[in-house]
């Protein structure tokens, strides 16, 4: 089952504040609503875990629902395949497995609901012609001339296109909202169109399909969602889910729709449609190319659902859209695989070495640990004789300083087993070095602290095994692939590799599909599950042991260097800001004892006793803020979401505005002396200029005005100002009543009461 999210973020405090309050009685019930039109990806991801998670945590449930309402594009292949990477992640929807198909009927008698209660009309004019009047966020939308159809009419046609007497296109059934609405989604949206295909689980029984904003609002309904979890880019139809249930209803539950960031990964793409470009132009194997970003992709490349779990946990849940550095996830990979991946021996380009102290024919079985420095966890027979193979990029003829492999007259240990030096370079044709003679000390095997330059990874040359070893990389070579003008433009063109010269120790042989290794020194590697058979496995590199991309200047992945250079040093970990300031606290009894107070004697969110409490200059700000009077709460909110960005990156302590100051100028707005709209303005002055927020208060003319003579001379400015607008709302252009106020609030510099404005003008507009 999968993982409920570890901690707090602002959709769990939603959840939390509904279940205290007795809202739907303390039931959760969230859904994961893919559309079976492709294969899930790691955006995906991110949404399974969160819904499932958020159920689980609080005693509730999630629904799978496959949004089936476009047959053009959808196929039983892709809900198979959703169904099985929904329980790789560890989904559990028990029983509740649904379909919008499964709705058809219900919906339609919805929409006949609300064409007889003259909320929609059937509209008989083109796309075209549609999109046309719909207008833009710069101007209003125009009235569709069949907008006052009869509801009898509307019906009729409505039944009609249900019957199959209209073509594709000839007719569709629109909403009844408002043309003029800022909203752009609320012009009288389409509700149902015409599409004469066959659907993969209801055939040929309909030939006209719901919209998406249409079907989404009452599937949640009909099932009793409580808490309806969509990403960001659906932010704007809100407005749009909300009136359909509010014209459709009453509900109980009555479902809400709550908003968070999409997943945006630097090197991929999580377009369907792009991703299904590179699966139809073969620029990938399919959809499972251990290459893309798709689950199905992700697990035959050998990554596990616990790694993208801590990978979910580690970039949190936002509320503001940004592209998450592809580090976390590869370091989230790299965690999760260190602990469950025995060592073994491969060398992928192998560099024959001939031991020439070693007597001829005879081969020893060394005993090898699966873990290294566990003895106890296991351990194998490995043959070990006069010829040997080691990686060709550990030898250098002229090593670089501190170089730590093999060269001439060095040594090194062979990981598990003997000390051996290099004595002679064995050439071939042109110069090309082709083979090393070495010499070993039998006592070192014996004796692990016998020094050497460092340990090499090796195989026996006859006795070891070949196999196909597939090298995989990041597919794309700028983290921002969208950016480019064609995509397909910045392929990395060595995302795949194939080492066919690889040799692994005799064990691996016998590798089961599916099982996870970490090959010494080369990476993580997976036994393909797909094509390995047992007793001849193919390997996937899942990931490499350090970020190769970390240190590169160049956008494109660098080639093998000519000459051996010096082995960069492991990449440090990726962690988040949290994590880092985690682990201050962790070391730092004071750092700890300040969070705690911040988040449990002052009630702040996590999330603000994090940030406050990290630095001692930031928490020494806020403490003086407190000094002064500002409440804790409102201090740490005007300090994260304003102050911060106002500063630039500033330090605290150098702002003109001290933390004291700062405090005074909370207490202002939280005394209503100033109102939040004037005291952004108040903020902005005090880190220009500096001064007394009192002062400024006075000289800026930004205390709230309460007066209503005041606030009457300022409508009355603001009418007329905007004499065109206030005849157009007389005349019945009642959206323009936002543009009056907010006229009217300018006139005012923001410093009167929003609601005794709003009630002036109405008065004023009669």
């Given at each position: 089952?999968?993982?409920?999210?570890?901690?707090?973020?602002?959709?769990?405090?939603?959840?939390?504040?509904d279940?205290?309050?007795?809202?739907?009685?303390?039931?959760?019930?969230?859904?994961?609503?893919?559309e079976?039109?492709?294969?899930?990806?790691?955006?995906?991801?991110?949404?399974?875990?969160?819904?499932?998670?958020?159920?689980?945590?609080?005693?509730?449930?999630?629904?799978?629902?496959?949004?089936?309402?476009?047959?053009?594009?959808?196929?039983?292949?892709?809900?198979?395949?959703?169904?099985?990477?929904?329980?790789?992640?560890?989904?559990?929807?028990?029983?509740?497995?649904?379909?919008?198909?499964?709705?058809?009927?219900?919906?339609?008698?919805?929409?006949?609901?609300l064409?007889?209660?003259?909320?929609?009309?059937?509209?008989?004019?083109?796309?075209?012609?549609?999109?046309?009047?719909?207008?833009?966020?710069?101007?209003?939308?125009?009235?569709?001339?069949?907008?006052?159809?009869?509801?009898a009419?509307?019906?009729?046609?409505?039944?009609?296109?249900r019957?199959?007497?209209?073509?594709?296109?000839?007719?569709?059934?629109?909403?009844?909202?408002d043309?003029?609405?800022?909203?752009?989604?609320?012009?009288?949206?389409?509700?149902?169109?015409?599409?004469?295909?066959?659907?993969?689980?209801?055939?040929?029984?309909?030939?006209?399909?719901?919209?998406?904003?249409?079907?989404?609002?009452?599937?949640?309904?009909?099932?009793?969602?409580?808490?309806?979890?969509?990403?960001?880019?659906?932010?704007?139809?809100?407005a749009?889910?909300?009136w359909?249930?509010?014209?459709?209803?009453?509900?109980?539950?009555?479902?809400?729709?709550?908003?968070?960031?999409?997943?945006?990964?630097?090197?991929?793409?999580?377009s369907?449609?792009?991703?299904?470009?590179?699966?139809?132009?073969?620029?990938?194997?399919?959809?499972?190319?251990p290459?893309?970003?798709?689950?199905?992709?992700?697990?035959?490349?050998?990554?596990?659902?616990?790694?993208l779990?801590?990978?979910t946990?580690?970039?949190?849940?936002?509320?503001?859209?940004?592209?998450?550095?592809?580090?976390?996830?590869?370091?989230?990979?790299?965690g999760?695989?260190?602990?469950?991946?025995?060592?073994a021996?491969a060398?992928?380009?192998?560099?024959?070495?001939?031991l020439?102290?070693?007597?001829?024919?005879?081969?020893?079985?060394?005993?090898?640990?699966?873990?290294?420095?566990?003895?106890?966890?296991?351990?194998r027979?490995v043959?070990?004789?006069?010829?040997?193979?080691?990686?060709?990029?550990?030898?250098?003829?002229?090593?670089?300083?501190?170089?730590?492999?093999?060269?001439?007259?060095r040594?090194?240990r062979?990981?598990?087993?003997?000390?051996?030096?290099c004595?002679?370079?064995?050439?071939?044709?042109?110069?090309?070095v082709?083979?090393?003679r070495?010499?070993?000390?039998?006592?070192?095997?014996?004796?692990?602290?016998?020094?050497?330059?460092?340990?090499?990874?090796?195989?026996?040359?006859?006795?070891?095994?070949?196999?196909?070893v597939?090298?995989?990389?990041?597919?794309?070579?700028?983290?921002?692939?969208?950016?480019?003008?064609?995509?397909?433009?910045?392929?990395?063109?060595?995302?795949?590799?194939l080492?066919?010269?690889?040799?692994?120790?005799?064990?691996?042989?016998?590798?089961?599909?599916?099982?996870?290794?970490?090959?010494?020194?080369?990476?993580?590697?997976?036994?393909?599950?797909?094509?390995?058979?047992?007793?001849?496995?193919?390997?996937?590199?899942?990931?490499?042991?350090?970020?190769?991309?970390?240190s590169?200047?160049?956008?494109h992945?660098?080639?093998?260097?000519?000459r051996?250079?010096?082995?960069?040093?492991?990449a440090?970990?990726?962690?988040?800001?949290?994590?880092?300031?985690?682990?201050?606290?962790?070391?730092?009894p004071?750092?700890?004892?300040?969070?705690?107070?911040?988040?449990?004697?002052?009630?702040?969110?996590?999330?603000?006793?994090?940030?406050?409490?990290?630095?001692?200059?930031?928490?020494?700000?806020?403490e003086?803020?407190?000094?002064?009077?500002?409440?804790p709460?409102?201090?740490?909110?005007?300090?994260?979401?304003?102050?911060?960005?106002?500063?630039?990156?500033?330090?605290?302590?150098?702002?003109?505005?001290?933390?004291?100051g700062?405090?005074?100028?909370?207490?202002?707005?939280?005394?209503?002396?100033?109102?939040?709209?004037?005291?952004?303005?108040?903020?902005?002055?005090?880190?220009?200029?500096?001064?007394?927020?009192?002062?400024l208060?006075?000289?800026?003319?930004?205390?709230?005005?309460?007066d209503?003579?005041?606030?009457?001379?300022?409508?009355?400015?603001a009418?007329?100002?905007?004499?065109?607008?206030?005849?157009?709302?007389?005349?019945?252009?009642?959206?323009?009543?936002?543009?009056?106020?907010?006229?009217?609030?300018?006139?005012?510099?923001?410093?009167?009461?929003?609601?005794?404005?709003?009630?002036?003008?109405?008065?004023?507009?009669?």
């Amino acid at each position: 089952m999968a993982d409920a999210p570890r901690s707090q973020n602002f959709l769990t405090e939603i959840v939390e504040r509904d279940i205290a309050a007795g809202v739907n009685g303390g039931l959760v019930v969230t859904r994961f609503p893919p559309e079976p039109n492709g294969y899930l990806h790691i955006g995906h991801a991110k949404s399974i875990l969160l819904n499932f998670g958020l159920a689980r945590r609080y005693g509730g449930r999630t629904h799978l629902r496959f949004d089936d309402t476009n047959p053009t594009a959808e196929d039983v292949e892709y809900v198979e395949s959703i169904e099985a990477d929904v329980r790789w992640l560890g989904g559990d929807w028990g029983e509740h497995l649904h379909f919008a198909s499964d709705y058809f009927e219900r919906m339609y008698q919805c929409a006949e609901r609300l064409i007889r209660e003259g909320k929609a009309f059937v509209d008989s004019q083109s796309q075209e012609a549609i999109r046309e009047q719909r207008g833009s966020f710069e101007r209003p939308g125009v009235n569709s001339p069949c907008r006052d159809r009869p509801a009898a009419e509307s019906l009729d046609l409505f039944r009609r296109m249900r019957a199959g007497e209209f073509p594709d296109g000839a007719c569709v059934l629109r909403a009844r909202i408002d043309m003029g609405h800022e909203n752009v989604l609320l012009r009288d949206p389409l509700l149902y169109r015409i599409r004469h295909a066959r659907h993969h689980r209801t055939g040929d029984a309909w030939c006209i399909y719901p919209m998406y904003d249409y079907a989404h609002p009452l599937e949640d309904a009909f099932e009793g969602v409580t808490h309806s979890i969509c990403t960001l880019e659906f932010e704007s139809n809100r407005a749009l889910y909300d009136w359909v249930l509010d014209n459709l209803g009453p509900w109980d539950p009555r479902p809400r729709q709550y908003e968070f960031a999409r997943l945006a990964l630097g090197y991929t793409v999580m377009s369907k449609r792009k991703l299904l470009q590179l699966v139809a132009e073969k620029r990938v194997s399919g959809w499972d190319d251990p290459r893309m970003p798709t689950l199905a992709g992700l697990r035959r490349r050998g990554v596990t659902p616990e790694a993208l779990r801590e990978f979910t946990e580690i970039i949190g849940v936002a509320k503001n859209n940004s592209v998450v550095d592809i580090g976390k996830l590869e370091y989230a990979i790299r965690g999760d695989l260190e602990g469950r991946s025995p060592r073994a021996l491969a060398v992928l380009n192998p560099l024959p070495v001939l031991l020439e102290t070693w007597p001829a024919g005879e081969v020893r079985e060394l005993e090898v640990p699966w873990w290294p420095g566990e003895p106890g966890r296991g351990v194998r027979k490995v043959p070990f004789g006069r010829e040997l193979l080691i990686e060709r990029e550990d030898f250098s003829e002229d090593p670089p300083k501190d170089w730590k492999r093999l060269a001439p007259g060095r040594e090194v240990r062979l990981a598990g087993g003997y000390v051996i030096r290099c004595d002679e370079v064995v050439r071939g044709e042109g110069g090309a070095v082709v083979a090393l003679r070495c010499s070993h000390d039998p006592a070192s095997l014996a004796d692990p602290s016998r020094r050497a330059a460092g340990t090499l990874n090796w195989v026996h040359a006859t006795r070891s095994a070949s196999a196909p070893v597939r090298l995989y990389d990041r597919l794309f070579s700028v983290e921002q692939p969208d950016a480019a003008g064609d995509f397909l433009t910045v392929l990395n063109p060595d995302s795949f590799k194939l080492a066919p010269a690889a040799r692994l120790e005799p064990a691996l042989a016998q590798a089961e599909p599916g099982s996870r290794w970490q090959f010494l020194r080369q990476g993580y590697f997976y036994a393909d599950p797909v094509e390995s058979r047992p007793g001849a496995p193919v390997w996937n590199r899942t990931i490499p042991l350090k970020d190769t991309w970390a240190s590169r200047g160049a956008a494109h992945p660098e080639r093998e260097p000519r000459r051996p250079r010096k082995e960069p040093a492991a990449a440090a970990p990726r962690r988040s800001r949290a994590e880092l300031r985690a682990e201050a606290r962790a070391s730092d009894p004071a750092l700890a004892a300040r969070f705690s107070r911040f988040r449990e004697a002052l009630e702040l969110a996590e999330e603000e006793a994090d940030l406050l409490a990290a630095e001692p200059a930031t928490a020494a700000f806020f403490e003086e803020a407190l000094a002064a009077g500002a409440p804790p709460r409102p201090a740490a909110r005007w300090l994260a979401n304003e102050l911060a960005g106002l500063a630039g990156g500033r330090p605290l302590g150098s702002l003109p505005l001290s933390g004291a100051g700062f405090g005074r100028f909370v207490a202002l707005v939280e005394t209503g002396r100033v109102t939040p709209a004037a005291g952004k303005l108040l903020l902005s002055t005090l880190l220009e200029r500096g001064g007394e927020p009192e002062g400024l208060v006075s000289e800026l003319g930004l205390e709230k005005v309460t007066d209503r003579g005041a606030v009457e001379a300022a409508v009355a400015r603001a009418l007329e100002t905007r004499r065109a607008e206030a005849d157009r709302y007389r005349a019945g252009e009642k959206k323009l009543f936002g543009v009056l106020v907010g006229a009217a609030m300018k006139e005012i510099q923001g410093a009167a009461d929003a609601a005794l404005v709003r009630q002036v003008l109405q008065e004023r507009l009669g």
